[in-house]
């Protein structure tokens, strides 16, 4: 009887972790003052600066996922920590060669999670599992690679980490936007898989939310996220390809007349989470239709709109090519 009440009572705990799991063995977010055991700062920076966000160079510059810190290393001094999958899903990517990104070397993994198109990045890994390849299952906790310091610029040993990514892919048809955009000698080793085209959430928040709210549902988490700017798109090909890839995020209702244009809500990060067809308004353009700055603020480095000279709001060039490669 005894053993039966202590079973019972373990079983919301257990709740939680069938959702979602840490990429490593290292926990350091879950147990208070843990968050300098669990982050990897960069040269001669603390902790803070392995968080997401507009953590480095006074808030300019913005680190788009989570720099986890290495716990063990094997005899010759090389990081060999376990690489799980955080949930499970399909291998969307695999990149093994460490030269070819800055991630180095990475994988990504697809979810589908409450019909929510999500993506998780591991990257710069020192290897990844023999044999794994775009388009395999995988269940949640199972070891992809092992943690690393690969990558274009010198990261050194000391400072090796999982940099890991909670993100959405902007575009499907990703490489043909970039093929005639690309710089001269460049090259697209990734297809639509190019860093280039992941935007990234903060996942500390998704994995305290998970703990905090057992079962997480995402689709509700994503529609509670601060909305930092609207913009009108004109419907000329109509949805947006954001919206078939994220159709959780559009709401129809009855089209008295032919659809001219979306509303599109955006979090400061540039990621839609509402989407409403409009029959009154035709812009030429892609505009900005409002701005809230208090949740700009939060993540000012994206810096995607901006106040012009006559105080209305306006995309940044950064901005304006985040809205032509979702409108492709
Ligand atoms: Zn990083």
Redesign the pocket.
């Known amino acids: 009887m005894l053993r039966r009440n202590i079973f019972l009572w373990f079983l919301p705990a257990a709740a939680w972790a069938l959702d979602l799991t840490l990429p490593t063995a290292n926990d350091g977010l879950f147990s208070p003052g843990g968050e300098a055991r669990f982050f990897q700062g960069t040269a001669g920076k603390d902790w803070r600066s392995g968080q997401y966000g507009c953590v480095r160079s006074e808030g300019r510059q913005y680190?788009e996922?989570v720099?986890i810190r290495c716990l063990q290393r094997d005899r010759r001094g090389e990081p060999n920590d376990p690489v799980i999958a955080v949930a499970g899903g399909e291998i969307a990517h695999v990149s093994r060669v460490a030269g070819q990104s800055n991630y180095g070397r990475y994988i990504l993994v697809r979810h589908d999670w409450n019909d929510v198109e999500v993506f998780t990045l591991y990257s710069h890994l020192r290897d990844i599992a023999a044999g794994l390849r775009a388009g395999q299952p995988v269940k949640r906790g199972q070891p992809i690679a092992t943690l690393g310091y690969s990558g274009t610029q010198n990261i050194p040993r000391e400072r090796a980490h999982l940099?890991f990514e909670v993100c959405f892919q902007i575009n499907r048809n990703f490489a043909a936007w970039f093929a005639p955009r690309m710089a001269k000698g460049d090259r697209n080793d990734h297809g639509s898989f190019n860093g280039i085209n992941l935007q990234g959430i903060d996942p500390t928040a998704v994995f305290l939310a998970a703990r905090r709210h057992p079962p997480m549902n995402f689709r509700e988490y994503m529609e509670a996220q601060p909305v930092a700017f609207t913009v009108l798109f004109p419907a000329r090909r109509a949805p947006l390809s954001w919206m078939r890839a994220q159709t959780w995020c559009i709401v129809n209702g009855p089209e008295p007349a032919p659809v001219t244009a979306y509303e599109v809500w955006f979090m400061a990060e540039g990621v839609a989470t509402y989407a409403r067809p409009l029959w009154d308004v035709s812009p030429a353009r892609w505009t900005v239709a409002g701005a809230n700055e208090i949740a700009l603020k939060t993540l000012a480095g994206r810096a995607l709109v901006t106040r012009n000279t006559s105080g209305d709001w306006t995309f940044t060039q950064r901005g304006a090519e985040l809205m032509e490669m979702l409108d492709y």
């Open positions: 680190h996922g720099d940099h």
